[in-house]
């Protein structure tokens, strides 16, 4: 290591007229590169991170994870924010109202975070939104989608990065109908997500004049899908629309092309799918019309650089998940940032109406009224074959102001 003499040490501070941050002044000794983060001004900001690692929804939850990390490490790199360290400290919700409840409270109350995000169950993200309201702590919710978490379950306290049941619906189901027609048949899981998906589903296919022929409920974690298709393909619909997700959604798309539903002229689809479930499913067996979050056919300057530095640090392409932990942890410390402070208050207030890069081509930004993440979304066909960057074609880019519910604002009370 170099040396520098009390009389050098002199020399450059009274040059940067005693502005010159620390951790830039101790570059420049010990001749560093611009932008080396040698120390911080002080402790580690924590975000605490539930997702449903050990559940049926485990196929994408550990991208959450990624994604989050990889904005973490961007900041750090930079020398963190407000000149502290961020860390993540992780937690397994298990997808039960319960153990997150449990763990929430061990986050904010043993290991001191600053902020909560992450979440995919609707009930389990309500239950710990009603905690870090009551805690005053923000939380970021990730990736559930029920309506009351914007409706008559907000809080002043929570946020929700990923699109309402119905702003997906409203986007995806008019391709589903120009595609397979006007009948379905819905199989739902038997979940607080799946009946939101199988409403917001319903309602925009009313409102394109179609007909549901049937439905039928299957038990969350259900593995064997053969007799729910095996109804379905009774009543002879146009379209399978399958209000599912994770390892769920991935045993009822292999139980659809091991039936042959395709070529009995039945297509398949639903309000969410993506790269997440994609990956598991393998090509030879992903089908179907799906609303997409984001996708690496995004070819906005921020994407590309978020790609990269999944690509870098885990060695794959990102899916949605990696996309939503990315976006959200980078508004939560940008918000900070804005702040100057880690304050709840303070960082709420920075967040709310705040439009922002939203990795995609057309306007994101917070809604101050109820917290909701306005964002476009994309409409996707997936094929049997890789498509370049991806498991789908993308057929279209849906702004999140022409398809977002001005109702749910109306239920909300901060």
Not at 22 to 37: H, K, N, V, Y
Not at 129 to 152: C, D, I, W, Y
Not at 180 to 202: K, L, P, S, V
Not at 332 to 339: D, S, T
């Amino acid at each position: 290591m170099d040396t520098i003499s009390r009389r050098r040490f002199l020399q450059l501070a009274a040059a940067t007229g005693g502005t010159l941050a620390f951790g830039d002044l101790a570059a420049q000794m010990l001749r560093l590169s611009p932008g080396t983060c040698v120390a911080y001004a002080g402790e580690p900001i924590k975000i605490g991170i539930l997702d449903p690692l050990s559940s049926p929804y485990k196929t994408s939850s550990i991208h959450d994870v990624h994604g989050a990390t990889v904005a973490v490490d961007r900041f750090n790199k930079d020398g963190g924010v407000l000149g502290r360290p961020v860390t993540i400290i992780e937690a397994d919700d298990a997808s039960n109202v319960a153990t997150a409840v449990q763990a929430a409270r061990k986050l904010i109350k043993d290991d001191h975070v600053h902020f909560l995000m992450g979440t995919f169950n609707g009930d389990v993200a309500l239950a710990v939104a009603a905690v870090a309201k009551q805690e005053n702590r923000l939380f970021m919710v990730t990736g559930a989608h029920v309506p009351e978490l914007t409706g008559s379950g907000c809080n002043s306290h929570t946020f929700v990065f990923m699109p309402s049941a119905r702003t997906l619906a409203r986007a995806v189901t008019p391709h589903l109908v120009k595609t397979y027609g006007n009948r379905w048949f819905m199989i739902t899981a038997e979940t607080m997500d799946g009946r939101a998906a199988e409403q917001a589903m319903a309602e925009a296919f009313l409102a394109e004049g179609g007909d549901v022929l049937g439905s039928v409920s299957t038990p969350f974690g259900t593995t064997d899908f053969t007799a729910a298709l095996a109804q379905a393909k009774t009543a002879k619909p146009g379209a399978v629309i399958l209000n599912l997700y994770g390892w769920d959604l991935v045993h009822a798309l292999r139980a659809y092309t091991a039936a042959g539903l395709a070529q009995a002229h039945m297509g398949v689809g639903g309000m969410i799918g993506g790269e997440q479930i994609g990956r598991p499913l393998g090509y030879a067996n992903n089908a179907g019309i799906w609303g997409l979050i984001w996708d690496p056919k995004v070819q906005s300057e921020s994407s590309r650089r978020f790609i990269q530095g999944v690509i870098d640090k885990y060695h794959h392409t990102p899916t949605s998940r990696c996309y939503h932990g990315y976006a959200a942890m980078t508004q939560i410390l940008e918000a900070v940032q804005r702040a100057g402070t880690t304050d709840t208050q303070a960082v709420i207030k920075a967040l709310e109406g705040h439009e922002f890069d939203g990795l995609k081509e057309g306007r994101s930004y917070f809604r101050g009224s109820d917290h909701q993440h306005v964002q476009d979304v994309l409409v996707g066909k997936a094929y049997g074959k890789e498509l370049g960057l991806g498991h789908y074609q993308l057929l279209a880019t849906v702004s999140g102001d022409a398809v977002v519910r001005r109702h749910d604002e109306k239920t909300c009370t901060l």
